[in-house]
């Protein structure tokens, strides 16, 4: 039992953020400074501990813990990554007697592992709870569950204490957050589960005057730094106010959906121009579909956005339910925030189950081509909370439960097109690909707004994966399957002929414009040494010989035997199911492989009597399981 609180002692509150020091990810002094920023949580709950207590804060990412620091109360955030670390740090405090409290999102999912390290723990967000905790500990009756009841209101917020941080050890101090909460649902993300479906948010006046009163004392202490620091000091912060990197104005919202209402922004924002600082945030990519509010943005400061862009596949976002990003728009919405100034840092995942080892290099053809100025890539991790954690757990597809490894950057689970090692490999291939010198030098060659910050950023994640990454490769069959994919127009919509097998038949005059399309999609075969192409959309004749090219080149570089599914095909013109049995182009593909077409007959049978059979033996039903 801890002992009663002793009138007019002040108490210490010691709070942690673990990072691993021997991670591999581990960020250098001029890392940080270039590209990290803090997490609030613990700032959060400095603001709510007691007046009377004097709080301490360590961030393990910038300082080491002293284990023999005084203090009578210890506090930890803990994402799942960073839960060994957490472990290790709360068993070294109770070794010396201190009271041990974890919180954040890995303890609220997995309360009965963590409870087996700590005192306590906080389950939900805190602000509401951390006052009672630490009442309970003071009067010795601190109980071992702390759990939310109803969300947090965010009126009359306590600012998070930011000034605790330490001093020039980040890209930027100046965080804070005006929404919590978030209406998507996407299946890899724990925001929704555990900060809520819907979205609450600060009122402005609260929080402009936050920002005014962080942008002054920030000043005041740049001030300070430069009159008694060293000669060097002095000018290397001088330096970095005159570039960009530093003046007391660059800002981060650390929301995990920034631009969760439009009424609600545009008030924001507004009230923003008038502190003229910069400011960045995370924000649905779609923003990019309305220009007024882009200019906004830009207008009140912004100068760079993190997008959840996940995946270039519709498949794939649908997969993890997130069909609201629009693969079709990617390139406009990115132009849109370009054309006013602001950098887009798209976020990338890897690993869903409609992905294969094509993904990789279509991530970053296509990231340079839209020269994106920073990029975050990301294997699928199921973490503990969220659908697809439960979805994987149930299906036995976690093999390993190292949750040090569950921080996006290894593969815990089985892919469902590719080997672990394949999506590993992939992940190593494209991270350095990506923050290659001259993938760099392309992407921000005609870069006009803060060239030099945003060059310092490359510049230091290139740092940071030659040193963490191994280069990583990519199989000669990844080149092979993204050649072989496309979607290819139909043009010749005459004498359609339905698929005897598709679900739904339509008469042309029912179709629309975005439905002409072949969608050539291709896997390697689950079972066999093969390749597996399934075709959706309608097949003409143009798109027909285009389909057979692609099927001699992959051939020909994989000499892989290669499966046609027509089963989802939607129709086909009769000069289309005549050119795919074109003789010539059999003899083509036959010193390379073997190609069969599956469910061709059955399909199209009816049409196919007056046709010549010359390729006859690729009718032959094979891949029956694919």
């Known amino acids: 039992m801890q002992p009663m609180q002793t009138a007019g002692k002040t108490r210490t509150l010691l709070l942690v953020d673990p990072y691993p020091r021997n991670n591999p990810y581990h960020l250098t002094a ?55 670390r957490a472990y290790e740090i709360a068993t070294e405090f109770r070794k010396r007697g201190k009271k041990v409290v974890l919180g954040g999102v890995h303890p609220t999912y997995c309360p009965d592992e963590a409870l087996r390290y700590c005192d306590a723990i906080v389950c939900g967000e805190a602000e509401d709870l951390w006052p009672q905790v630490v009442a309970d500990f003071e009067a010795g009756a601190m109980k071992r569950l702390y759990k939310m009841g109803p969300f947090p209101l965010l009126e009359n917020y306590k600012n998070p204490r930011v000034e605790l941080l330490s001093p020039d050890a980040y890209m930027t101090r100046q965080c804070s957050f005006t929404t919590r909460g978030c209406h998507f649902e996407c299946e890899f993300c724990s925001v929704s589960p555990f900060n809520g479906k819907t979205t609450r948010r600060r009122p402005v006046p609260e929080v402009i005057k936050e920002l005014a009163q962080i942008k002054q004392w920030i000043r005041a202490e740049l001030v300070e730094r ?50 003229k600082i910069k400011w960045g945030c995370q924000s649905t990519l779609f923003l990019g579909d309305d220009g007024d509010m882009v200019k906004l943005a830009a207008d009140s400061g912004c100068v760079s956005v993190f997008v959840g862009m996940e995946s270039l596949s519709e498949d794939a976002l649908e997969e993890t339910h997130k069909t609201f990003n629009r693969v079709q728009k990617f390139e406009d919405e990115i132009k849109m925030f370009h054309e006013h ?65 569950y921080d996006g950057k290894h593969v815990v689970f089985y892919p469902s097109r590719m080997t672990p090692e394949q999506l590993q490999e992939g992940f190593y291939w494209v991270n350095h690909q990506f923050y290659s010198g001259p993938s760099i030098w ?83 075969h689950d079972r066999f040494a093969a390749l597996f192409v399934d075709l959706e959309g309608t097949l003409d004749h143009l798109n027909a010989r285009e389909l057979l090219e692609r099927i001699k080149q992959a051939a020909e570089k994989a000499r892989l035997d290669i499966i046609v599914n027509f089963e989802h095909l939607r129709e086909a013109t009769p000069a289309a199911l005549q050119t795919l049995l074109d003789g010539e ?9 073997k190609v069969r077409y599956r469910k061709f007959k059955v399909a199209f049978q009816a049409a196919l009597e007056g046709l010549s059979l010359n390729g006859l033996e690729m009718l032959e039903e094979d891949g029956q399981d694919a």
């Open 30 to 84: 001029s890392e940080r400074r270039a590209m990290w920023f803090p997490k609030l949580s613990l700032p959060v709950i400095a603001a709510y501990t007691p007046s009377h207590w004097e709080v301490d804060l360590v961030d393990e990412a910038v300082e080491d813990v002293d284990f023999d620091r005084p203090c009578d109360l210890v506090g930890l955030s803990v994402m799942t990554c960073y839960a060994p």
């Open 442 to 524: 392309k992407r921000l060659c005609r870069t006009q707004q803060r060239l030099l910050p945003r060059y310092e950023m490359n510049r230091q994640f290139r740092k940071l994966i030659k040193r963490a990454c191994p280069k990583g490769t990519l199989s000669p069959v990844a080149k092979v399957l993204k050649n072989l994919q496309a979607k290819l127009p139909t043009l010749d919509t005459e004498q359609l002929i339905p698929n005897a097998l598709h679900a739904i038949k339509l008469k042309i005059g029912e179709k629309t414009a975005q439905e002409l399309w072949l969608n050539i999609k291709a896997r390697r």
């Open 341 to 405: 100034g602001i950098m887009v840092n798209p976020g990338m995942v890897f690993g869903f189950d409609s992905d294969d080892e094509s993904v990789f290099e279509k991530a970053q053809e296509f990231l340079l081509k839209n020269r994106v100025e920073l990029a975050y890539f990301n294997v699928l991790t199921p973490l503990p909370g969220t659908p697809l954690y439960e979805r994987y757990n149930s299906a036995g597809r976690i093999f390993d439960r190292d949750w040090a490894k």
């Open 585 to 593: 182009a059999v003899k083509a593909v036959a010193p390379y492989a």
């Open 226 to 275: 430069m009159r008694y620091g060293s000669l060097w000091q002095a000018f290397m912060t001088g330096l970095r106010i005159r570039i960009g990197l530093e003046d007391g104005t660059i800002f981060a919202f650390v929301d995990d959906l920034h631009n969760s209402n439009r009424a609600y922004c545009r008030e924001l924002w507004e009230a923003l121009k008038p502190l």
